[in-house]
């Protein structure tokens, strides 16, 4: 049994504590992003449709498994999990639950260091009088820690660690230390997004230039909110808007389950779940947009941003974008929105935290400054190779593994064991239990058939990801007898790295042979190191079985 007394001190914390936990840096960099390769309008009315249908159903499994879970004194997923099932196996489900959030904040907080550096580089000035180009090259010197953008060596890695100390820090003072960081980061957050959207909003075609004559700031809001209804019929569009709902909402990592896990057995979670899942897609859709989008649009047109959106446009465009403004109201600029991100960040990268810490605190009896610590060091382990070596390939393949593949593994596996083995029926009152809202009888329908479903199209989705992203031609291909052409970044090819081995044999250049080998070899590196956290948690949640049962207190 767990020896915590911690619990949240408010209700208006938890809830932004859970919404910072879904409010990330995918909300401002991703989405704008996604919209804009997948049909503007026509990308929003299927992410609209997938979080109703698969969105809001995980948060209610989440929020009221991790209620439950808390019951029984359990705060991360391995046994959150079972409390709810029987078998020694299924507990080993939830190593996800803990695996994908060391895995993911290693390489997060390496993106949430950039945006702590740049608020310091947009006060100093750095960027005054730079072109477009030049801010892409500074943002691409930055990850090459082999240079110094400041004169400081090796730059990236000592705010990286700065970071990740104010992490370890923060967590270290429990869920206090979290709520407190999510009363004042979602705030200012929130409200440096309603200043700069104004901005994209009111931008209109001021910013044109002779080289962009035809800019217009509203041409970017126009593509974002007109539906491009053919595009509805491309099962490509619907399969990306089914991907952003896991980065939006931070389901299937195990971070809501522990939250929730500090709720007593009476407390709300249908309102609760809501209100944060809502509050998400507020910051997501309307800030989200009004923001990267519509500005670059504003300065270097519609066109530009067709042909250029990526995530790194808001560091290797906005601050020149910024810069348009003028040194003192570029610098505001950039101190907001980067700002901006380092809140969105640091409220998702507490989260993760917190199932490693809740599962030692619960089995080996750890208190927080020490869960915090550890948690650090794992991080720090796992990172470093993601900031030394981002260029060859680690990072992506972090990404790739932990924060995709896995979200949806165990998103699919966990509702599954909700709806079918722990029972729709037992499920529908621990969801209901409480409840200051009337949750919609047609979720119980929708959670224990709808979701499991369009989680595992989801799924064989990544499985067999179709080449070029052409779902509708693979799928009269298929149907017509000539077979399903698998993409690079299916599932199966990406654990073969046919891609590189493609590159490599298209090659004729010795050194670029030569860089793709050793891009082989430390994705292979990458690799190892994720199994081995992976079979190390698994280590301890047998470790953690053998001690409950010489106490008497596991389940059979």
């Known amino acids: 049994m767990s020896n915590t007394n911690e619990s949240w001190g408010s209700r208006i914390g938890l809830i932004l504590a859970m919404a910072g936990n879904a409010v990330g840096l995918g909300n401002f960099l991703r989405f704008p992003v ?101 801010v892409a090259g500074f943002f691409n010197s930055y990850i090459d820690i082999s240079h110094s953008t400041t004169g400081i060596p090796y730059e990236a890695v000592w705010f ?70 053919s595009s509805l019929l491309d099962l490509k569009v619907w399969m990306a808007a089914a991907g952003q709902i896991f980065f939006t909402l931070s ?71 910024f810069e348009q403004w003028g040194s003192i109201l570029s610098a505001a600029a950039g101190f907001m929105w980067f700002g901006l991100l380092f809140f969105a960040g640091i409220t998702s990268s507490l989260a993760m935290g917190t199932p490693w810490m809740g599962f030692m605190r619960d089995e080996f009896g750890w208190n927080s400054n020490k869960g915090a610590w550890t948690f650090g060091g794992l991080a720090l382990i796992m990172g470093l190779p993601t900031v030394f070596f981002y260029q060859q390939g680690v990072f992506d393949e972090y990404d790739y593994w932990a924060g995709t593949v896995s979200l949806v593994v165990f998103a699919m596996m966990e509702t599954i064991l909700f709806s079918w083995i722990f029972g729709m029926k037992k499920g529908w009152k621990e ?44 799928l009269k291909s298929l149907f017509s007898g000539n077979g399903w052409s698998l993409s690079n970044t299916s599932i199966i090819k990406t654990i073969t790295q046919s891609g590189i081995k493609e590159q490599i044999a298209n090659a004729t250049d010795p050194a670029v042979i030569q860089s793709l080998d050793d891009k082989m070899f430390y994705i292979t590196i990458a690799r190892i190191l994720l ?22 207190r596991a389940t059979i």
């Open 160 to 229: 990286y660690i700065l970071c990740l100390i104010i992490n370890v820090y923060i967590l270290s003072k429990g869920l206090k230390g979290i709520e407190k960081v999510a009363k004042i980061g979602m705030p200012l957050l929130i409200l440096f997004g309603v200043i700069l959207a104004v901005r994209g909003y009111t931008l209109g075609t001021s910013g044109a230039s002779s080289m962009f004559p035809e800019a217009n700031a509203w041409d970017g809001l126009s593509f974002l909110w007109t539906p491009q209804y």
């Open 431 to 474: 969801i209901t239990d409480g409840a200051d809202i009337k949750v919609p009888h047609a979720y119980k329908f929708i959670i224990k058939f709808i979701t499991p479903l369009m989680l595992i199209i989801v799924f064989l989705g990544a499985l067999f990801s179709p080449l070029n992203n052409d779902w509708s031609g693979n």
């Open 34 to 134: 996604q919209a804009v390769q997948n049909g503007g309008g026509a990308f929003i009315i299927p992410y609209l449709v997938c979080f109703l249908l698969m969105g809001i159903p995980l948060l209610f499994i989440e929020w009221s498994s991790g209620r439950f879970g808390g019951k029984f004194g359990n705060h991360s997923t391995p046994y959150i999990l079972d409390s709810m099932v029987k078998g020694r196996v299924l507990k080993y489900i939830g190593v996800f639950g803990i695996f994908t959030n060391i895995a993911v904040v290693a390489y997060y907080t390496y993106i949430e260091s950039w945006t702590m550096s740049y608020v310091y580089h947009s006060i100093r000035g750095t960027f005054n009088g730079m072109t477009q180009g030049e």
């Open 531 to 552: 199994i081995s956290l992976f079979l190390f948690i698994c280590l301890l949640v047998y470790l953690a079985y053998n001690k409950r049962v010489k106490e008497g």
């Open 251 to 321: 389901v299937g990592m195990g971070t809501i389950h522990c939250y929730a896990a500090y709720l007593k057995s009476k407390d709300d979670i249908a309102l609760n779940a809501v209100s944060a899942g809502f509050m998400n897609e507020f910051v997501e859709v309307v800030l989200g947009s009004a923001i990267v989008i519509p500005i670059a649009a504003g300065y270097l047109g519609l066109d530009w941003v067709l042909n250029n959106a990526s995530f790194g446009m808001a560091f290797q465009t906005m601050p020149y974008l």
